[in-house]
């Protein structure tokens, strides 16, 4: 009954490969999100997506790509990954935060992403 | 430039004493206002959130926090610490539904 599930939990993998991290929630929300934790543990958003369409998208390189099939699911995808995308992503769900700014969110557990 | 400030990067105290965790904003206006919580290798926890209903808010495990308009502070508190305490605490910030921004966290340990 995981509330914001992610895989892998772990993922490592070369320089200039492409991956993709899964997010996927049971709370019925409709905005999803996706945050990087460097390695000082500092938390910087890097998208939002409602119902399927993207309302925070922050400067983040093209690169990362969320796709959001279904307002249950944002996945990232992520192309030529370079040494500096290592890093744990966390996605996390809430009510519509344009409703109620203080609506809060709820974290997934983390994908560890390590590039060699 | 808008902003969340955790003045210590890392807090230790003993079992059972007091903890305060401090947080301060920079806004010209009330903003909402969040502590979550980040045991190792999980993901964050609500521990409680203002939402200008009232300026002292209870949250989960014996954690509260007191919102400060005039010191633009919102710091965390418990009257005394348990082991499963140590962990990394973020205040958060929102203004708008679009910025959220994150305090820079504070390491909490707990000594036995």
């Known amino acids: 009954d995981t509330a914001v599930s992610q895989t892998p939990k772990y993922l490592v993998t070369q320089m200039g490969n492409d991956k993709s991290i899964k997010c996927e929630q049971n709370?019925?929300?409709?905005?999803m999100y996706w945050y990087k934790q460097d390695s000082k543990k500092f938390l910087k958003i890097m998208f939002s997506?409602?119902?399927?369409?993207?309302?925070i998208n922050e400067t983040v390189p093209n690169r990362f790509s969320p796709k959001s099939p279904d307002k249950a699911h944002l996945n990232l995808h992520i192309n030529s990954l370079e040494l500096g995308d290592s890093a744990v992503y966390f996605c996390?769900?809430?009510?519509?935060?344009?409703?109620?700014?203080?609506?809060?969110?709820?974290f997934g557990p983390g994908t560890r992403l390590t590039v060699l | 430039a808008q902003s969340v400030t955790q003045l210590d990067s890392h807090v230790s105290v003993s079992e059972g004493t007091p903890v305060l965790l401090r947080c301060n904003y920079s806004s010209s206006y009330s903003p909402s206002l969040f502590w979550y919580v980040q045991h190792p290798n999980k993901g964050l926890q609500l521990l409680l959130k203002y939402t200008s209903a009232a300026t002292l808010v209870k949250g989960i495990n014996g954690f509260e926090a007191e919102f400060k308009k005039s010191e633009t502070s919102f710091h965390l508190t418990k009257p005394s610490a348990h082991m499963s305490d140590a962990a990394e605490y973020f205040c958060v910030r929102k203004t708008s539904y679009d910025k959220v921004i994150f305090g820079p966290g504070t390491s909490l340990s707990v000594i036995p």
């Open positions: 997506y409602n119902n399927k369409e993207l309302i």
């Open positions: 709370l019925g929300h409709d905005t």
């Open positions: 996390a769900s809430s009510q519509d935060p344009r409703l109620k700014i203080y609506n809060e969110q709820f």
